[in-house]
């Protein structure tokens, strides 16, 4: 018997509090690079990730041993700690 084979591609989108723009210059491409590392690095190959300074687009694959909520809550939970880190 054949095996089924299924891959799921999530457009995960999420802006800045109150959508102030805040992802600006330099910012921007490192926070983007960095969702893109930890997608990857759980499972989950981030095909491409981008956005303006005030919201974020993540196109990725969502792993087959994943929930949808898992990649999601981490990239939510990343992107704050990486702008902070450059506020410092």
């Known amino acids: 018997m054949g095996q089924s ?3 799921l591609y999530v457009h995960l989108i999420f802006s ?3 959508r102030e723009p805040c992802l600006l210059g330099a910012l921007r491409g490192q926070a983007h690079a960095y969702l ?4 990857n ?3 989950s190959p981030a095909i491409k990730v981008g ?3 005030d919201h974020v687009h993540a196109l990725f694959r969502l792993s087959k041993n994943r929930a949808l909520a898992e990649p999601a809550r981490r ?6 700690i990486t702008i902070m880190r450059e506020d410092n």
Not at 36 to 39: E, G
Not at 75 to 80: H, T, W
Request: aromatic content about 0%; hydrophobic content about 45%.
């Open 5 to 7: 084979l299924a891959q």
């Open 51 to 53: 956005g303006t300074s």
């Open 36 to 39: 893109a590392a930890v997608l």
């Open 75 to 80: 990239a939510l939970m990343v992107s704050p």
């Open 41 to 43: 690095n759980h499972g």
């Open 16 to 18: 800045t509090k109150d």
